[in-house]
């Protein structure tokens, strides 16, 4: 069982909340891909904002890539549509076998789309490539339990973990690491292009790629051979197209253009087609997060600037926690289709608690500047603070409104003087990982439905942060809670860590969003995409 690279799974996934998926009441015309009746229920063409960073599974760990990924790779376990539990999905099974021994058996039979077979050989290789690339935009950091992971058989692998009774392992391999690649083509210690990739189509999702321009265009044609949980394609096949702004995709809605379009809409965008009556608007559950993050190193009085000192650095990231005035920011920006959050959970999430609430601003979740004065003035910052506040178009258009309130709230106070900057989001994802951003915008979809996703992938040492970040008492509280099978007394530990966490001030969540698409009346299988596990498939739609 030597071979030498391969590739990764799907079906398409829209990880969030706030992504919008409309679809209009008339078949795509004009610039939209054209449907084709057939024995599925026609092509379905999707809009989207979202970029993709790249179509290889170790370097991206963003909703962009992930959502053409999740069409055309395979995952030894996936989510049916409605459902939150990974299933089996090129597996046959997949169960613990000890506490610290997760065995996964192969489906027989399985190939890529390029002829190459599809073993435990190309499942060693693609876990094991994550790791070993350990790329600083890739999904590395959710699999830190894992020891190894070994071959037994043609068609068995066991994963040995570090802490038994993992109880988020079978989400991981659902998430963002989980696409099995081909090692007949991948590389196994570099990011390959996508351009080889799609050349190369070592592709064992519901879809393979017809053709692709990056970021423009990309045609699916769904794969016969495909043998996972989700079953055939529902529709001849799908065609997604790249928008740079969201006013042309909502026009494109409208006009009939494209079926279903997702991420990212303004709320205004999304009030207006509300109320137009060729398309329709469907809402469900979503966890989607937006928040800042603080880079220990650079931000102000950070350890590496020339004035370091990190009582003061704490006082600066407490004053901006008082000052912020999320309902401001949900109300005028986003028409309340986001809500304030004072945790780093989402509260629909078993263990969630808002401890930012109670810790920051009056208690009750509105600002107070003189908690902000004393808590500078306490630590001994006498002067005001300069801020070099990045944002990105990675989170729609309406970032630039929420940023600006953000340096308006903060520069009132008579505290800040704020240096607020955007950039493009290619750029964005590479540069916050250099250092060069002292703080920042991110938004986070989540990987599983699981508390522990708002926690692992951002405060424990490898983070995917980068912001130089660490503490011993959050990484063991945060580790002990992936492993406690009490409920109860994992939902107390999920807490302590919230606390903790909300005490450092790591990173300041601000927003929660909600998980809306708008899809016209002849586009079947939206209300299934809008599940609890936060993917939205193509697979799952015909027209």
Same mark, same amino acid.
């Given at each position: 069982m030597t071979k030498s690279n391969k590739a990764r799974h799907g079906a398409i996934a829209l990880a969030g909340i706030s992504a919008l998926a409309l679809t209009a009441c008339t078949g795509p015309s004009g610039g939209g891909g054209t449907a084709t009746e057939g024995a599925g229920g026609g092509a379905i063409t999707y809009g989207t904002t979202d970029k993709v960073v790249t179509l290889d599974p170790a370097g991206s760990y963003d909703g962009g890539s992930f959502m053409v990924m999740n069409q055309i790779y395979p995952f030894l376990l996936n989510y049916a549509p409605g459902?939150?539990?990974?299933?089996?999905?090129?597996?046959?099974?997949?169960?613990?076998?000890?506490?610290?021994?997760?065995?996964?058996?192969?489906k027989p039979d399985l190939k890529f789309a390029n002829g190459h077979t599809l073993d435990s050989s190309d499942v060693v290789f693609s876990f094991n490539r994550v790791k070993k690339i350990d790329d600083p935009n890739g999904p590395a950091s959710l699999l830190a339990n894992m020891e190894k992971i070994e071959a037994t058989d043609s068609s068995t692998v066991v994963f040995t973990l570090k802490a038994g009774n993992d109880q988020v392992f079978p989400g991981v391999l659902a998430s963002n690491p989980g696409p099995i690649v081909d090692e007949e083509v991948f590389p196994a210690d570099k990011i390959l292009d996508d351009d080889a990739i799609v050349a190369a189509k070592p592709f064992a999702g519901q879809y393979t790629i017809d053709s692709y321009k990056k970021n423009e265009l990309v045609s699916f044609k769904p794969n016969a051979d495909y043998q996972g949980l989700l079953g055939k394609a529902a529709n001849d096949g799908a065609t997604l197209k790249h928008y740079a702004d969201p006013n042309n995709l909502k026009l494109d809605v409208q006009q009939g253009n494209i079926d279903i379009a997702g991420r990212i809409l303004t709320a205004t965008d999304v009030a207006d087609?509300?109320?137009?009556?060729?398309?329709?608007?469907?809402?469900?559950?979503?966890?989607?997060?937006?928040?800042?993050? %603080?880079?220990?190193?650079?931000?102000?009085?950070?350890?590496?600037?020339?004035?370091?000192?990190?009582?003061?650095?704490?006082?600066?990231?407490?004053?901006?926690?008082?000052?912020?005035?999320?309902?401001?920011?949900?109300?005028?920006? %986003?028409?309340?289709?986001?809500?304030?959050?004072?945790?780093?959970?989402?509260?629909?999430?078993?263990?969630?608690?808002?401890?930012?609430?109670?810790?920051?601003g009056d208690g009750s979740g509105k600002p107070s500047l003189d908690k902000a004065k004393k808590v500078l003035t306490d630590a001994g910052v006498t002067s005001v603070v300069d801020l070099k506040l990045q944002y990105t178009d990675r989170y729609g258009t309406s970032a630039a409104d929420e940023y600006a309130l953000v340096k308006e709230q903060l520069e009132k106070s008579g505290l800040f003087t704020v240096d607020l900057k955007s950039t493009e989001w290619t750029t964005y994802t590479k540069e916050r990982r250099a250092d060069a951003y002292p703080v920042y915008q991110l938004g986070w979809f989540p990987d599983y439905s699981d508390a522990d996703n708002y926690l692992t992938p951002f405060f424990i040492p490898g983070n995917f942060l980068g912001n130089h970040y660490e503490n011993p008492a959050v990484t063991e509280v945060v580790n002990k809670q992936l492993v406690t099978t009490d409920k109860a007394e994992r939902s107390e530990l999920l807490g302590q860590a919230q606390e903790a966490i909300a005490k450092d001030l790591s990173t300041l969540p601000l927003l929660q969003g909600a998980q809306v698409m708008v899809a016209g009346t002849d586009v079947q299988g939206v209300e299934k995409t809008l599940d609890p596990s936060f993917k939205t498939r193509l697979g799952v739609m015909s027209k």
């Amino acid at each position: 069982m030597t071979k030498s690279n391969k590739a990764r799974h799907g079906a398409i996934a829209l990880a969030g909340i706030s992504a919008l998926a409309l679809t209009a009441c008339t078949g795509p015309s004009g610039g939209g891909g054209t449907a084709t009746e057939g024995a599925g229920g026609g092509a379905i063409t999707y809009g989207t904002t979202d970029k993709v960073v790249t179509l290889d599974p170790a370097g991206s760990y963003d909703g962009g890539s992930f959502m053409v990924m999740n069409q055309i790779y395979p995952f030894l376990l996936n989510y049916a549509p409605g459902t939150a539990d990974a299933t089996p999905d090129i597996a046959e099974s997949a169960s613990f076998t000890s506490p610290t021994e997760y065995t996964v058996k192969l489906k027989p039979d399985l190939k890529f789309a390029n002829g190459h077979t599809l073993d435990s050989s190309d499942v060693v290789f693609s876990f094991n490539r994550v790791k070993k690339i350990d790329d600083p935009n890739g999904p590395a950091s959710l699999l830190a339990n894992m020891e190894k992971i070994e071959a037994t058989d043609s068609s068995t692998v066991v994963f040995t973990l570090k802490a038994g009774n993992d109880q988020v392992f079978p989400g991981v391999l659902a998430s963002n690491p989980g696409p099995i690649v081909d090692e007949e083509v991948f590389p196994a210690d570099k990011i390959l292009d996508d351009d080889a990739i799609v050349a190369a189509k070592p592709f064992a999702g519901q879809y393979t790629i017809d053709s692709y321009k990056k970021n423009e265009l990309v045609s699916f044609k769904p794969n016969a051979d495909y043998q996972g949980l989700l079953g055939k394609a529902a529709n001849d096949g799908a065609t997604l197209k790249h928008y740079a702004d969201p006013n042309n995709l909502k026009l494109d809605v409208q006009q009939g253009n494209i079926d279903i379009a997702g991420r990212i809409l303004t709320a205004t965008d999304v009030a207006d087609l509300e109320s137009d009556s060729n398309v329709k608007v469907h809402k469900g559950p979503g966890g989607e997060l937006r928040y800042m993050v %603080f880079n220990f190193d650079t931000m102000p009085f950070g350890a590496k600037t020339p004035d370091a000192d990190p009582a003061k650095a704490l006082a600066v990231r407490q004053a901006i926690a008082h000052l912020v005035d999320r309902d401001v920011i949900a109300s005028q920006v %986003f028409k309340n289709t986001y809500t304030p959050v004072y945790s780093y959970v989402p509260k629909e999430f078993e263990g969630a608690t808002e401890p930012l609430k109670s810790l920051y601003g009056d208690g009750s979740g509105k600002p107070s500047l003189d908690k902000a004065k004393k808590v500078l003035t306490d630590a001994g910052v006498t002067s005001v603070v300069d801020l070099k506040l990045q944002y990105t178009d990675r989170y729609g258009t309406s970032a630039a409104d929420e940023y600006a309130l953000v340096k308006e709230q903060l520069e009132k106070s008579g505290l800040f003087t704020v240096d607020l900057k955007s950039t493009e989001w290619t750029t964005y994802t590479k540069e916050r990982r250099a250092d060069a951003y002292p703080v920042y915008q991110l938004g986070w979809f989540p990987d599983y439905s699981d508390a522990d996703n708002y926690l692992t992938p951002f405060f424990i040492p490898g983070n995917f942060l980068g912001n130089h970040y660490e503490n011993p008492a959050v990484t063991e509280v945060v580790n002990k809670q992936l492993v406690t099978t009490d409920k109860a007394e994992r939902s107390e530990l999920l807490g302590q860590a919230q606390e903790a966490i909300a005490k450092d001030l790591s990173t300041l969540p601000l927003l929660q969003g909600a998980q809306v698409m708008v899809a016209g009346t002849d586009v079947q299988g939206v209300e299934k995409t809008l599940d609890p596990s936060f993917k939205t498939r193509l697979g799952v739609m015909s027209k």
